[in-house]
């Protein structure tokens, strides 16, 4: 799984990133870049680095879990950008880079003097892209973020959550890694133009603003009925149907359950359930027969079907449901994931050896290319790679990386 | 906005896209490449096309605003793949695209007889992109899936929802949008990969898999404990603070709440707070002075702040704690951020005018490209460049496509 020799390492070869990003918004993006095979050196300030190398409670000297798995298979270089030689160093690497990435708080890298403006000016073909937390002219746009405010802010969390309920966060970081991966996908589509165009551009993007482009089904249901998307728990928002939801199962622990959906489009789904659920008398009957129907009973559907589910553990439930042409999936939690022996088979999950962390297995860039994952290198240590790319970008020798280090620059 | 003369359209211009999508996973993913530039030509079935056109209960005639919103900036061609002459036709566009995409159920493809292999020996430089429900050599590999199964199965549901609860299903369509985006960027590294090789790729997706990406904060979680990552409602999975949550407005609606969090990172946040709420005679108080003694009190202190929030509308909260340079969200609905002016100014959300529809205000690409939004153009009819594209990507005449009319073959 980790053979560079599926060229896979090849696909954005000979790209290179400057990255100012910390914690997971940019981290995400500029890692998609790493894996996709860019050479992404994280600039980092010596007193240390990315404060996203500390996250998660617990950590220890050791760089934490959360900064081993937003940035894997980066080079990291530190340097001291409050120094006047620091500053130069790096607008130095910035003539010398493809694509400059940050997600500072808003004005942060002007402030630094690393602005669009100035690096065009020493690079004018550099692809320049910042996340921010509300776009420029929001009333909102120098106010700090956070993905739980996006996803306020964006509309995620008005649309998760029981009806009557109060509004839930989603447990998934979609204001960051969501955010993150729009702006990955704008990067590259501006690569591409540069490498036939010679063009440069400027990207930026808002986490509120990126939470809209996962919300529309949403979007859709009001623009037909005028109102503001409800919360329909575990039903889908654009289709409510029963079946349709999460079912508990056998034995009863808090993920012991399997969701079950019966397609509107494709009414076999009921017929299927009834066979299963050893209901086929009930094919046919007008109460169940249609999807109106089944929403008009819809507790006793339910209770059909948990009566079923309940039986069960949700591997086996998953396993007949999913056998028998029913879309069902069981809910399945982080440990079960980790352990679960065909992620790792299939380089979903990867065993990276880090030097300080020891091993550790963590997902992997989910898309296989050319029938295998792409390879997972181990994050860097702080300023591990400080001395080998001034010299590969800079041309530095020993002796002046050797003085930089001296004065306390780098 | 719209002013093509930005360039946008350029960033992907030359590339085409086969797009056998329907839904949403796919045609997502084809729908930023069309953003960026690329020609998207959507190969429907002449009964009806992409089913998607009809989703979204109460659709009348019209292709429904879900369509119109996963579609935009393609165009549509008709053909009837079951016909010999149709499957011809289509083996002749692969080896003119660049692009080819699809995301029918297991197996299907290769049936209709369109897999990889079969096109990969016409056109031996094409990027063919796939998204399935659940990996190759997963268990449940022919299973069928939708949004909320690869959201059960990928770990999502497990870590949304209130301690002690039951999992809940996120609003946002994460299985289907989240999984087109990975493969959007995938396929955006292989075409930059072509450009410098002329190399072809093959790459797959699975949604379940591709849940992992954005639960990553769950797994370093996991990393840290030994344990599944549990639900912790409001709260940050990877580091719970006090406040950090959901708290009431007024005038009580279902969306009446604003989103304040106080990092761990950042003790001046929790001073702010205090300030605000007028309560600084507490600033120093053992009690709250640190996360942990917050955390202890984690009931006075969501009181204290729920009593100040429930004084003031969302918007006013949200105002005075931003302005104060505390975290804070407002939980806006899809009403609300439809028609809250800034979005359309800021091309955040544009109007597009559709043949059938009428005016739609939808939420376009949010990362712009130097300094502007991307254009949207309406989502194509049904078959509306069939004559169009033919005359383009294979040089039929007027009379050859009159011909395939009327053995309705398109």
């Known amino acids: 799984m980790t053979d560079e020799s599926n060229g896979a390492q090849g696909c954005l070869a000979g790209v290179r990133v400057l990255d100012l990003t910390q914690f997971e918004a940019g981290p995400s993006c500029t890692e998609a870049l790493a894996w996709l095979g860019a050479e992404v050196v994280k600039v980092e300030n010596p007193q240390g680095g990315d404060p996203g190398r500390k996250s998660i409670v617990g950590s220890d000297g050791a760089d934490s879990p959360y900064f081993l798995l937003f940035n894997a298979n980066k080079k990291s270089l530190t340097v001291n950008l409050k120094s006047p030689r620091g500053l130069a160093l790096v607008k130095d690497m910035a003539a010398k880079a493809d694509v400059f990435v940050e997600n500072f708080a808003p004005g942060a890298i002007e402030r630094l003097g690393l602005g669009y403006d100035v690096l065009r000016a020493l690079n004018p073909s550099i692809v320049y892209a910042q996340v921010k937390g ?25 649309i998760t959550g029981a009806p009557g309920g109060p509004p839930v966060k989603p447990g998934a970081t979609l204001g960051d890694t969501g955010t ?10 501006a690569l591409y133009r540069r490498a036939a165009t010679g063009r440069g551009a400027r990207l930026d993007v808002a986490m509120q603003d990126a939470m809209l482009h996962y919300i529309r089904v949403a979007f859709a249901l009001t623009a037909r009925t005028g109102e503001a998307a409800p919360r329909v728990g575990a039903n889908v928002i654009s289709a409510q149907v029963a079946p349709g939801g999460i079912y508990p199962c056998t034995p009863g622990g808090p993920n012991d359950y399997v969701y079950v959906y019966t397609s509107r489009a494709n009414p076999a789904h009921w017929r299927r359930v009834l066979e299963v659920i050893g209901r086929a008398d009930l094919i046919g009957d007008p109460r169940y027969d249609t999807v109106e129907a089944r929403m008009e ?28 042409g029913i879309p069902a999936g069981a809910v399945l939690d982080t440990l079960e994931l980790r352990d679960q022996p065909d992620f790792e088979r299939r380089g979903v999950m990867q065993v990276i050896q880090h030097p300080d962390f020891g091993a550790f297995k963590m997902p992997a860039w989910p898309v296989r290319l050319d029938g295998a994952a792409l390879p997972v290198r181990p994050s860097p240590l702080l300023g591990q790679h400080t001395d080998q790319v001034l010299g590969e970008w800079l041309g530095l020798n020993a002796a002046a990386v050797a003085d930089l280090h001296a004065q306390e620059v780098i």
Chains 1, 2 share one sequence.
């Not at 991966?181 to 590259?188: E, G, N």
């Not at 009973?297 to 999913?322: C, F, N, P, S």
């Open 297 to 324: 009973h819809a507790d006793e559907v339910h209770a059909m079907v948990g009566g079923w589910t309940r039986q069960r553990d949700k591997y086996e439930a998953m396993r007949i449901l999913g056998a028998a």
């Open 134 to 158: 509300f776009g420029e002219g929001s009333p909102y746009e120098r106010n700090l973020s956070f993905d739980m405010i996006a996803q306020a802010a964006g509309g995620v969390m008005s």
């Open 180 to 189: 993150g991966m729009l702006l990955a996908i704008s990067i590259l589509g």
